[in-house]
């Protein structure tokens, strides 16, 4: 069998065994059905001025968190009480900046009807719920539901600074009367 015989006989295969396949439909995408979404303005939704679900709730406190020189000259910390600034408002929500010294805590409480996101901008806080703790570090978000009760502590030797987005915002904060700590060693 000379080279050249051995080289055209299987591209003769090929070609026989497509032409006993079937044809394959044109399968369109989406895009190709609707068109471009950009394309029709009307479509389109208004870029919204205030957040109004929970993801873009999450999505401005990282937006703000990323933004150190929007809240970092404001921190202060105080070690008689926790403190607080209300950094910024908006319809139906608000934002504040929160500074824990080290042992500083928020005592067991809820939010009422507001749910909140919970993120650590610099240190470390401690969460205690009835379900157990959780360690939250800088960067380290928690989504919370009306009626969620917690205590918050600053549990390290070193100072810790949060934001907190309440949504609608916080018009209450009912304070409960034993720790989570101490009902997990209750016998129930």
Do not use: K
């Amino acid at each position: 069998m000379n080279s050249t015989t051995a080289t055209t006989a299987p591209a003769t295969a090929v070609a026989d065994a497509t032409a006993t396949v079937a044809p394959t439909a044109t399968v369109e995408s989406d895009l190709q059905i609707a068109g471009d979404i950009l394309a029709v303005q009307h479509l389109l939704q208004p870029a919204r001025e205030h957040p109004a679900t929970v993801a873009e709730f999450v999505g401005l406190a990282r937006s703000i968190a990323e933004d150190r020189a929007s809240w970092e000259h404001l921190v202060q910390y105080d070690a008689t009480t926790r403190w607080y600034h209300r950094l910024r408002t908006g319809p139906g929500y608000e934002v504040w900046l929160l500074s824990w010294v080290p042992g500083q805590g928020s005592g067991l409480h809820d939010h009422g009807a507001s749910s909140g996101v919970l993120t650590v901008l610099e240190g470390e806080l401690t969460e205690h719920t009835s379900r157990g703790r959780l360690t939250h570090r800088a960067d380290g978000q928690r989504v919370f539901a009306p009626g969620y009760a917690h205590e918050v502590v600053n549990d390290t030797l070193d100072g810790a600074v949060s934001l907190h987005v309440y949504f609608p915002g916080l018009t209450e904060m009912p304070m409960h009367s034993c720790s989570p700590a101490e009902s997990e060693s209750v016998p129930a």
